[in-house]
């Protein structure tokens, strides 16, 4: 069956390390200004620490959400230039990237710290959006299934209610600012290999986004893949016109 109908669309802006003040601001009014016209689609951003604050002030009252790209796994401490889940939360952050490829690859974040970081912000009452997702080696090797499962297992190990508060976002490092896709048969099966995960804890509902060049013209033919809840966008978010028509798919 295709539970489309009870699971609402999540599409998530990844600015990434992207923007100054100026540009922000138009940016932020042209989301605002566009986004009645994107029906039955959650709106969200995930900015740049600095910026939090302007887009809080900016988004407020507009329907659309905000979040962090990453998240300290501690509470508070000598951890100098962290961010912890609670100053997120001061912030009245939604959402936050945890585990992100770029954060894996560049900064050695392993499963098990992944997994700390989204009970982090579940303490602070923040949704992880935890993202996975196989190297070009993995998926050429026909690993992409023992992988996905190896990123998932701390996570899931985590049990169906702290699991049932989480998105999870499939991300193929192949395909990330490559200009590569998956197709959508392609991104549908490694969806439906996280489904199975995810029903086998008890917990189908959660929202899945696959994320990796997602842009306006292939938005829809991801979108009808029956597991497929979204997207998590990198580069077209920095365009207002090009992110609202992917929500708008």
Known sequence: MNS???????????????????ANASLLDGLCAGVPAVQDCDLAVCVPFPYLGQAHASLQGS??????????????????????????SDFACQWVLAGHSERRTLHGETDQLVAEKAVAALNAGITPVVCVGETLAEQEAGQTDQVIARQLAPVLALGAQ?????????????AIGTGRTATPEQAQAVHAF??????????????VLYGGSVKASNAGSLFAMSDIDGALVGGASLMAEEFLRIAAA
Do not use: C
């Open 194 to 207: 996280i489904r199975s995960q995810l029903a086998g804890l008890g917990v189908p509902e959660v929202r």
């Open 4 to 22: 489309h109908q009870t699971r609402k669309r999540l599409v998530i802006g990844n600015w990434k390390m992207h923007g100054h003040q100026a």
């Open 162 to 174: 702290q699991v049932g508060k989480m998105v999870i976002a499939y991300e193929p490092v192949w």
């Open 63 to 88: 329907g659309i959400t905000w979040g962090a790209q990453d998240v300290s796994k501690h509470e508070q401490g000598a951890f100098t230039g962290e961010v912890s889940a609670g100053m997120l």
